[in-house]
């Protein structure tokens, strides 16, 4: 890594996924701030996106006022140069690996220990290796969480986990009520200021100049862009919000986008609020008697266990973890996927969740998991567009955070390093978890036909495509073993070949 000079750098350099006050809790000296235009014509990020990113990033230089460097440029290294010439510099570990390619083959950069995370790198390496855990199978998030909770004293009472159980998942898989909308408060939603306003003067005139192309809507911003915001967002959750979180946290409706879901993913990953905070005020929650037990754990589990299984993962994978592609899938990404054409889509489920993410950029795990990553999975999109596709249009989507989300989980794209099975499934599981069949064009429980659902038909294709591959694996057994009571299964594959790459 750099060299550091006599004494501290005078400058901290914040990267705008860095903009919290722990970034600079052990910094007294000037801040430097760089605004890349380069990371925005390279890709085509999601308005909203780019809005919330660079609305981030002014907030925290209006804060910190005289003390920052705030510069435009084109490149990051460009910046740097008109920011402090040669004078040494400090930066907090990045978060992706071109970042931190970037910072160490510089010599006038000093990195400093990540922040914004519960485990230190050590810490988890200790955890990883302890006890061949590297080997296939064993790197596993629950005995992961369980670690956490202990070394943090998260939800225990003595050496035992509250209530006496580590998971409460099982109280956590609701269907939704008969209802449009659960009977919930609705989420803190950000009023715009003049620096946003600035923002989409910019954004507009990138766009109208041909520097840089958008997709999505750049509605009223729905996420927090300062400190103050984000911790607005984080009371109104935990007092409103987080006792209905846990029972309908796998549940969806077609007209209510946020559920009872704490939207806190993008200021967390933007390092506006640090993780500690938000899980010590859920559990204060839970002994004031004000949420129940399976809530504060279920949202403790995707901060304490999850988000830091998912940072610690990218990192002991690699840079290479990338290419992984087992099924070999190879199939590019539509363009009426790309563009977020939801009208062109009559599954219902589909063009509701590609609508929400043409929208705001945000959908909860299981749309994300269950309708968008699943008929990725069940089409054979090659894994790597489909990593970038979540990268780009997520406001929350980070290298770190897509990756493993995407490659591991989503895609099966590493054969079972990250998850234990393919998350594969047909139209009777988005039926039984959501209202979204209702209404639609198909039918959940009909494989072929006019009427055959995309997602049942292309379950068993998808199986049957990987029959070879997944034949070991203990979990698909049964549905590997259905396969063969299936009379139309002929059928069902023909049909699904056919309609591969057409908008369902």
């Known amino acids: 890594m750099g060299t550091q000079g006599a004494g501290e750098p005078r400058y901290r350099w914040l990267f705008g996924d860095q903009l919290g006050p722990h970034f600079l809790d052990d910094h007294q000296g000037e801040v430097v701030m760089i605004e890349s235009k380069a990371v925005f014509k390279r890709r085509r990020f999601h308005r ?22 705030y510069v435009r440029a084109d490149t ?60 296939q199978g064993h790197l596993r998030l629950e005995d992961f969480y369980r670690t956490v909770r202990r070394r943090h004293d998260l939800l225990m009472d003595g050496d035992q986990p509250a209530g006496g159980r580590w998971n409460w998942d099982a109280d956590n898989r609701q269907p939704p009520p008969s209802a449009a909308n659960l009977p919930v408060p609705g989420p803190y939603l950000p009023r715009e200021d003049d620096i946003d306003a600035e923002v989409r003067r910019d954004l507009d005139r990138w766009e109208t100049d041909g520097e840089v192309t958008f997709v999505g809507h750049d509605a009223p911003r729905t996420f927090p862009a300062s400190r103050r915001e984000a911790l607005r967002a984080l009371t109104r959750f935990v007092d409103k919000r987080l006792a209905t979180f846990g029972r309908w946290e796998d549940a969806m409706l077609a007209e209510d986008w946020a559920m009872s879901h704490s939207l806190l993913s993008a200021p967390l990953n933007l390092g506006l609020l640090d993780p500690a905070e938000c899980t010590e005020r859920a559990e ?22 999850w988000r830091e299984y998912v940072w610690h993962l990218y990192w002991l994978f690699g840079k290479n973890y990338r290419h992984s592609n087992t099924l070999r899938h190879r199939r590019p990404l539509p363009d009426w ?23 705001r950029g945000w959908v909860h795990h299981i749309p994300r998991l269950m309708i968008l990553g699943n008929y990725a999975l069940q089409r054979g999109w090659h894994p790597a567009e489909v990593t970038d596709w979540f990268h780009r249009n997520f406001v929350d989507g980070y290298d770190w955070v897509m990756l493993p989300n995407v490659i591991g989980m989503s895609q099966y794209a590493d054969g079972g390093r990250m998850t234990t099975k393919p998350y594969v499934c047909g139209g009777a599981y988005i039926d039984k978890m959501s209202d979204l069949c209702h209404g639609c064009a198909y039918r959940p429980d009909q494989r072929v036909g006019d009427r055959g659902c995309p997602y049942a038909a292309g379950y068993w294709w998808f199986l049957d495509r990987h029959r070879s591959q997944l034949q070991h694996n203990a979990r698909l057994a049964q549905p590997l073993r259905g396969l063969d009571r299936l009379t139309d299964l002929n059928e069902v594959v023909q049909q699904e070949r056919h309609r591969a790459d057409r908008a369902p």
């Open 48 to 69: 909203a996106k780019a809005h919330l990113m660079l609305s981030a990033m002014r907030h925290r230089a209006a804060e910190l006022g005289d003390r920052v460097r």
């Open 76 to 135: 990051y290294r460009e910046g740097l140069e008109r920011a402090v010439g040669d004078a040494p510099v400090s930066v907090c570990h990045p978060t992706s690996h071109a970042a931190l390619r970037l910072v160490t083959g510089s010599q006038q950069v000093t990195v400093e220990p990540p922040r914004g995370f519960l485990v230190p790198p050590a810490d988890f390496a200790a955890w990883a290796g302890g006890t061949d855990r590297r080997e």
């Open 284 to 305: 204060a929650a839970y002994r004031a008697g004000q949420v129940p037990l399976n809530s504060a754990e279920g949202f403790i589990r995707q901060i304490a266990g």
């Open 337 to 359: 996927f790309l563009d977020l054409d939801a009208d062109a889509v009559q599954a219902r489920c589909l063009s509701t969740v590609l609508a929400q993410v043409r929208d």
